[in-house]
């Protein structure tokens, strides 16, 4: 495609070259420069993309999309400057792979907790009601069956619009994907034309990204900012800012509840180990999945779906015998009847929710004794370090028994991130809590510990099949690990 095809309706603030210069490929990564590419320098968190414009040059890029020209400029090469090359390039890629967006029925869904859920429930739903369909996941990106790792929660503009892009060509109709607050901040869904947006909810997470409370809000605000008047912005009203997300959009505004009036409204009727039953809309449903949180998540799919232009009561028909996304609320149960959860929750509220449906869910043994609730959770290096604390204090409250252990270490050392959980726990706690740096040996510890009926609750890594430790992914699966730690202990 030539350049200036590619910055149609771009606002440039200058031009160098040769507008008329084909671009056969996108990239904002000097290192996957080739032949025929076309450069993107953005400002980075760690560096500037700026740096590497010659670099890409020498590699054979035919041109360079920037904020700022090089003090020298290479004949045969075009340079386009932008007042923001990050959000340009969402522009930019929308064009060279030809609007796909604006040819699907695109959905995003953003929140601290539920992103996967929901956008995962809507995924298989739409599957399920007949249509093809794609999903961009913190799991995975899908089209239709066929499944492509995912690195982000949501990818760069590029591969998004890529990815759209082959989704179109499959034949998919509607395309679910979570916006997570750094994909916005960042423009990762510049230029995207959203059909709908969902609001799950909003709670401390993040920032070390965003500084402040107030700017992680408004991160998240961003996305209904974006939304065009032709889609519909569902939010959750029973949360503090549901209605401040809606306060500036141009799209259709639409609610859900299980408190208060709202265009879709939610009850629960019974919450156990076997799912929920709920009246929706004054329909009586059971889904298969657990815990009130899910009841918000099942909710908000229920909305977007009529929102969409389905049956109500085909929606609830189909929703009803659908199943959650891997490493939520996740059981593997032991021979003699220990039951393991193994759940994604990664943040202070998560962990809470979780453990007050696990603390709802629990009932007497035939000796009339409550089972025991052992927690092991850990907390992630180069991430939030606010949240260790509170993580602990949380876990402490709910469980009978604590062992804090690694979860992705990164580049932080392990024992220094226990030792911040440490600080939140309360004195009275200590003794029921341990601290192992292995987070095998944690599990292992987790299994000797409980008799049968008591409840293991693995939190923080849910799906995650590797423990990233220095820049290296080790193999490692919470699941695998309590089956074989059962096993081990002979009760499997
Ligand atoms: C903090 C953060 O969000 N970082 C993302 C960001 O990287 P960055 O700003 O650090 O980039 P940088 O290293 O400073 O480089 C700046 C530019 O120079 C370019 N460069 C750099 C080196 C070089 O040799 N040549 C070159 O061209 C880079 O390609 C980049 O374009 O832009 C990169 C490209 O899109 C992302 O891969 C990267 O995600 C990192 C890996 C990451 O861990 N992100 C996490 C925090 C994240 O985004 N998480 C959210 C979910 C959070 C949640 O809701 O739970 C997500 O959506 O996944
Ligand atoms: N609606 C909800 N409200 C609160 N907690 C939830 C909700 N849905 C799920 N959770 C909890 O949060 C964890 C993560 O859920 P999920 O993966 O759907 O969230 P996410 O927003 O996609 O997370 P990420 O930011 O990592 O992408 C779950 O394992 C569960 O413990
Ligand atoms: N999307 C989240 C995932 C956190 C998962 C947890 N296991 C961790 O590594 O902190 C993040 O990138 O912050
Ligand atoms: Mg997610």
């Known amino acids: ?110 929140g601290t907790n539920g992103k996967t859920s929901v956008a995962t429930l809507l995924f298989r739903l739409f599957r399920t009601l007949g249509y093809r369909c794609g999903l961009l996941s913190t799991v995975q990106n899908q089209i239709d069956d066929q499944v492509i790792p995912a690195t982000h929660t949501t990818p760069d503009v590029i591969t998004t619009n890529q990815l759209l892009s082959q989704m179109l060509n ?7 994907m ?12 510049a230029g995207l034309a959203f059909a709908g947006g969902i609001f799950t909810n909003i709670t401390h997470d993040h920032l070390d990204f965003h500084g402040t409370f107030d700017n992680y809000i408004r991160a998240k605000k961003g996305f ?40 879709f409204k939610g009850k629960i009727i019974a919450d156990s180990l076997f799912g929920l ?46 199943t959650p996304p891997s490493g939520r609320f996740e059981q593997v149960i032991s021979e003699d009847k220990i039951v ?23 009932h007497d043994n035939d000796q009339g004794q409550l089972p025991q609730i052992i927690t092991v959770v850990g907390c992630g290096g180069n991430r939030d370090a606010a949240k260790r604390p509170i993580m602990a204090e949380i876990a402490c409250r709910f469980s009978n028994r604590v062992i804090l252990t690694s979860d992705n270490p990164r580049n932080e050392d392990p024992m220094a991130i226990l030792e911040q959980m440490q600080a939140g726990v309360p004195p009275i706690d200590f003794k029921k809590t341990l601290t192992i740096e292995d987070r095998r040996s944690a599990i292992q510890k987790a299994v000797s510990l409980a008799k049968p009926n008591d409840i293991i609750l693995v939190a923080g890594k849910g799906h995650e099949t590797y423990q990233e430790i220095k820049g290296i992914k080790y193999d490692f699966d919470d699941r695998s690990v309590l089956r074989e730690a059962f096993a081990e202990h002979g009760n499997l």
């Open 1 to 110: 495609m030539q350049l200036k095809d590619l910055v149609y309706k771009i606002s440039l603030l200058s031009t160098a070259g040769n507008m008329d210069a084909d671009v056969t490929d996108l990239t904002m990564d000097s290192r996957k420069v080739g032949p025929g590419s076309l450069f993107i320098a953005v400002r980075g968190t760690v560096t500037d993309g700026h740096n590497f414009i010659g670099t890409a040059v020498q590699q054979g890029a035919t041109a360079v999309l920037c904020e700022e020209f090089p003090a020298t400029t290479t004949d045969g090469v075009a340079y386009v400057r932008v007042q923001d090359s990050a959000r340009a390039m969402g522009y930019v890629a929308a064009n060279f792979y030809n609007q796909p967006s604006q040819k699907l029925k695109l959905v995003g869904v953003t």
């Open 170 to 176: 499959h034949g998919c109709t509607h395309v679910f």
């Open 178 to 189: 979570e916006v997570s607050s750094h994909a916005v901040v960042q423009e990762r869904i």
């Open 224 to 263: 209904f900012d974006q939304l065009p008047a032709s889609a519909f912005a569902l939010t959750n009203v029973d949360d503090k800012r549901g209605l401040v997300m809606l306060q500036n959009t141009a799209a259709r505004k639409e609610t859900y509840s299980l408190q208060t009036l709202a265009t």
């Open 277 to 322: 039953n709920m009246l929706v809309d004054d329909q009586e449903v059971w889904f298969k999945l657990i815990g009130r949180f899910n009841a918000y998540n099942l909710l908000s799919v229920y909305g977007a779906a009529v929102l969409l232009g389905e049956e109500p009561a085909d929606v609830l028909t189909l929703l009803s015998g659908i």
């Open 340 to 362: 393991g959860i193994v759940d994604y929750a990664h943040t202070p509220d998560a962990l809470q929710n979780v453990l007050e449906t696990i603390v709802g869910l629990r």
